[in-house]
């Protein structure tokens, strides 16, 4: 059985993407799956480090305005689409999850009439899964979208140990939370705010948190600081004990179970691990796309369990004062966001259930 998978660029779709295949490994062994996906993108690196095949498209995404670069969108578009019919041949079943490499994949499959299925994992979704939605036979989402019929919300799929940590509470919880500590370098005592720009990091947010750590450690705030790869800032004024710098963390659980409260950019991937943990969150959206940053935070805004301080409005005096806003109301926000957690912590192994089922027509477990 050959299952081709579509959608790279951010670890907002590469890593859901692994989740769905690990699912359909777990159950077919001898399953040959392909990834399509794009050089210089999160998946370049994510998905060999899984010992999954992975095969590259030219990046061919939709110009949103007509200038000189837009120009050459046609022929790269076309190469894209003769190398994705070509890589499609012989598939029982291509599985998008949105981003520009899954345009030209969703498309190919039409025309070779192989079956769709595709996740939809923000609010808005984008240009790739609005086209691949008129043909997929399984629709899956993490949450509801307004005016899309026959869709499934099955969550957002996460790695395994995300999920496992979610689900820890009472003693073990404690316990684990003592260790992620110990790993990580940080205080068994006191609260921990993790701050994290998206997976590929946040100049903007690094440079305005350094400007407030003095400030947040005078407030006995201590902070673990994913910084991202190549972005690294000066520390040496910061005491090592109130102050840790990362540059990227392969095992992000243990990040989640030290933190009590959360910095970060709104990814629908960041988005779900965050609601899954039950941690209350400073938004900091991305205007970018169509919105969708700011659509996800809005959710956990309106839960209560968040507040958001638009990129454009950022600044270190700004950002503090939600920090201390927060902080000094965290039984408050806390209360809230583990009343809110998700319990859709299986979305992977329900979505691969919906293809047995629509697909397949098998039974669960029978592809």
């Known amino acids: 059985m050959k299952i081709v998978i579509a959608g790279g660029g951010t670890a907002g779709h590469v890593l859901p993407a692994l989740a769905v295949a690990n699912e359909i490994k777990n159950r077919i062994n001898h399953a040959e799956i392909v990834f399509i996906g794009s050089k210089g993108g999160a998946d370049e690196k994510l998905i060999p480090a899984e010992n999954y095949l992975i095969k590259y498209l030219p990046k ?3 110009p949103r305005k007509i200038n000189l670069s837009a120009l050459a969108f046609i022929p790269r578009f076309s190469t894209a689409l003769i190398k994705s019919v070509l890589l499609l041949r012989g598939a029982n079943v291509a599985i998008g999850f949105g981003g520009y490499v899954a345009t030209p994949v969703y498309i190919a499959a039409r025309i070779l009439n192989i079956p769709i299925a595709l996740h939809e994992a923000n609010s808005i979704p ?19 979208i307004k005016g899309w019929e026959n869709q499934h ?15 820890l509470s009472g003693q073990k919880l404690v316990l684990a939370k003592g260790e992620a500590r110990k790993e990580l370098e940080l205080p068994s005592e006191g609260r921990v705010l993790l701050v994290m720009g998206g997976s590929l990091g946040s100049q903007q947010i690094n440079n305005a948190v350094i400007e407030i750590v003095s400030a947040l450690n005078q407030a006995n705030i201590y902070v673990l600081h994913l910084v991202g790869t190549g972005k690294s800032t000066t520390t040496e004024r910061f005491d090592s004990a109130n102050y840790r710098q990362i540059a990227y963390l392969v095992n992000m659980e243990s990040a989640y179970l030290a933190a009590d409260f959360v910095i970060s950019r709104a990814g629908a991937g960041t988005c779900a691990e965050i609601e899954a943990m039950g941690l209350p ?9 169509n919105g969708e940053q700011i659509v996800n935070a809005e959710k956990f805004l309106n839960h ?25 109301s965290f039984a408050e926000f806390s209360k809230v966001a583990v009343t809110n957690k998700s319990t859709k912590l299986c979305a992977a192994s329900d979505f691969v259930d ?5 697909i397949f027509h098998s039974p669960k477990g029978r592809i």
């Not at 790739?128 to 993490?142: D, E, L, S």
């Not at 919300?153 to 689900?167: C, H, L, N, Q, Y």
């Open 60 to 62: 061919a995404d939709f």
């Open 126 to 144: 984008g240009l790739a899964n609005r086209v691949g939605r008129k043909w997929a036979k399984v629709v899956a989402v993490f949450n509801p």
């Open 153 to 167: 919300v099955v969550g957002f799929p996460m790695r395994d140990s995300i999920t496992e940590s979610a689900k």
């Open 281 to 289: 969150a400073i938004f900091i959206p991305l205007s970018i796309g």
């Open 304 to 328: 209560g369990s968040a507040r958001i301080l638009l990129n454009n409005n950022l600044t270190s005096e700004k950002l503090l004062s939600i920090v201390l806003e927060v902080n000094d």
């Open 354 to 358: 919906l293809i047995e089922k629509e």
